[in-house]
């Protein structure tokens, strides 16, 4: 294992939201290798450090907690974190290799978006976004989420860069989770940079 | 005041002569400009005029309208972009609704101006579609030429179908010149690009790597020569793909021979460009030279973040919920003067007017622009 693959990993690791079931279920990402319960048969709750856990006496593996319980694992989990394991390498500042590392990987993303947004290809009529959005101008995703009276319904960025694949694109429509909506977001945004955050604006 | 009285017989051909005159204007004298007639007339009333005693017929000496009497009008259709992807793409719909909108004029317009980017990629098919489409415009058509006309093949599709893009004609008085203003230098030979590639390449307009329009020294030197036979006080009107001056260059809305070109227009009393690629209303003046852009039928460019012209006033944002909004058509009416008024046929919008009066009187303070904005929103808002 590499050194570059070992900061990826717990930096990765550390990106986790902390959930109180501790399992990071996305794909390939890393896993939090929770240890036996200190009672041999109770629920343990990991932490997103993929370091701290407790075991919850009383409550059996898979069994949801009451609200009381469950903030009571919360406070401990947080009382037994260690803040000077926030960053991946124990509170050194960023390296410049890994400052590189990100920056590449999203003007990689960034980049791809760019080609999505300026293809023909995402809808089936020879439309593409920057007909309408010359350098993404007028896409303003600083306003959203807002209302959109059209949709009938409150609208993120992502519903609206969907809509337009749809109707002036006439493409199928792409799920969040999809790479090609990821870089159009990413791109879409990255023009957009140092603009307040405005949701609702109309 | 001493009281002075002309030959009898001299005083009353000065009243006929004026009375004649103002029969012949009234019919033509807009409702503003007679008030404001009326309300100098009164003014004159107490000051002899031109040592006449003034009477009622002085009206037609006291109105000084600055509009003069409309010429004739022509009509435009442009920046269709057409695919062949089906007779029920938007764009051929759009192409043929401007075409429906302009035969339904009573009266027709003298001729129909296409704007240039009839294709949206240069196609022989896309070409013959649009080609198809302006055929059944009832009044004559002129054509331009724009870079998605010509880029895939040069020209060489374009000037079979339509002749030669440069060429100049007289019209009622006025001298017209229709420019190939999309020349740009030469940079898909050494990379070895494909004719599509270079057509992509561009069809893109926020390019970074796009070279200027220019209009180019060959085309210089035939406009110099075009217009050495024409009289200074001839009305010139030029018909543009680029707008002929620098507006915004990152969107190639721009001409960068625009001064050289501004140059050789610079001896005439009334030049106007009319000119298209920049899908929004738009107004310009230089020296001696007016600016309009025309409508695209097929989309609306947002405004360039900088460089916009301060007399433009522009239209609100297009909704995207609605496709034809921030689209249409236009109409261009040569006045007497040899000044011309623009006529923007939105659709879905209350339409834009920009006449020589309100260019004359150069660019609208804030409070004003904001309240010519309020008659054209579309709706719903969003």
Redesign the interface.
């Known amino acids: 294992m590499g050194r570059m693959h070992r900061i990826l990993t717990v930096t990765a690791a550390m990106a986790v939201v902390c959930g109180v079931t501790g399992l990071v279920a996305y794909g390939d990402g890393p896993q939090h290798e929770l240890p036996a319960p200190a009672d041999g048969h109770s629920k343990v709750v990991g932490l997103c450090d993929g370091k701290t856990s407790v075991t919850v006496p009383g409550v059996a593996p898979g069994e949801r907690m009451d609200a009381t319980t469950a903030r009571k694992v919360a406070d401990e989990l947080m009382g037994k974190y260690d803040e000077g394991l926030q960053l991946a390498h124990g509170g050194s500042e960023h390296t410049q290799r890994e400052t590189r590392v990100w920056e590449a990987e999203l003007k990689r993303t960034i980049d791809e978006g760019y080609k999505w947004f300026h293809s023909n290809e995402l809808g089936t009529n020879g439309i593409s976004c920057d007909m309408c959005h010359p350098d993404a101008s007028n896409t303003h995703p600083e306003s959203y989420p807002k209302f959109q009276t059209q949709l009938k319904q409150v609208a993120l960025l992502r519903d609206m860069i969907n809509w337009c694949i749809e109707n002036p694109l006439e493409g199928p429509k792409l799920a969040g989770d999809d790479p090609k909506m990821k870089a159009l977001e990413a791109y879409i945004l990255s023009t957009r940079k140092g603009v307040a955050l405005e949701p609702g604006k109309h | 005041m001493a009281k002075y009285t002309l030959p009898k017989e001299r005083a009353w051909q000065q009243y006929l002569t004026e009375r004649d005159g103002l029969f012949r204007t009234l019919p033509r004298m807009s409702r503003r400009e007679f008030f404001r007639s009326a309300a100098r007339a009164a003014a004159a009333a107490t000051v002899a005029w031109n040592g006449i005693p003034p009477h009622s017929f002085q009206l037609v000496n006291v109105a000084e309208a600055k509009e003069t009497p409309p010429k004739f009008t022509f009509a435009y259709v442009s920046d269709s972009h057409i695919?062949d992807?089906g007779m029920n793409?938007?764009f051929i719909r759009a192409c043929q609704k401007a075409v429906e909108d302009v035969n339904a004029l009573d009266p027709q317009p003298d001729f129909v101006l296409f704007g240039g980017d009839l294709a949206?990629?240069g196609k022989p098919e896309e070409l013959t579609i649009g080609q198809g489409i302006l055929k059944t415009l009832k009044a004559p058509v002129r054509m331009m030429v724009g870079e998605h006309d010509w880029y895939l093949d040069l020209g060489e599709k374009w000037r079979e179908m339509f002749g030669e893009p440069t060429y100049s004609f007289d019209h009622k008085g006025v001298h017209f010149v229709v420019l190939n203003s999309v020349i740009v230098e030469d940079y898909w030979t050494e990379p070895k690009m494909t004719p599509m590639e270079r057509m992509l390449a561009m069809a893109?307009?926020?390019n970074p790597h796009g070279r200027p329009f220019t209009v180019g020294e060959a085309q210089r030197d035939w406009l110099k020569k075009d217009l050495a036979k024409v009289s200074k006080k001839t009305p010139i009107i030029v018909f543009s793909h680029s707008p002929l001056y620098k507006y915004y260059r990152?969107?190639n809305f721009w001409t960068d021979d625009a001064e050289a070109v501004q140059q050789l227009l610079a001896p005439f009393d009334t030049v106007t460009v009319i000119h298209a690629h920049t899908h929004q209303p738009l107004t310009n003046r230089i020296k001696n030279i007016t600016f309009h852009g025309v409508l695209s039928t097929a989309?609306?460019?947002?405004y360039a973040?900088k460089g916009l012209p301060a007399l433009t006033v522009q239209m609100v944002?297009?909704d995207?919920?609605n496709?034809f909004d921030g689209c249409g058509w236009g109409s261009v009416t040569a006045l007497e003067s040899g000044q011309v008024n623009k006529h923007y046929a939105l659709w879905d919008r209350n339409p834009m007017d920009v006449t020589f009066e309100r260019v004359s009187q150069g660019p609208k303070g804030e409070a004003e622009q904001a309240a010519q904005f309020k008659g054209n929103v579309s709706w719903?808002?969003?």
């Open positions: 695919l992807k793409h938007r949206q990629l893109q307009l926020d990152p969107w989309w609306p460019w947002p973040p944002r297009a995207p919920f496709q719903p808002s969003y």
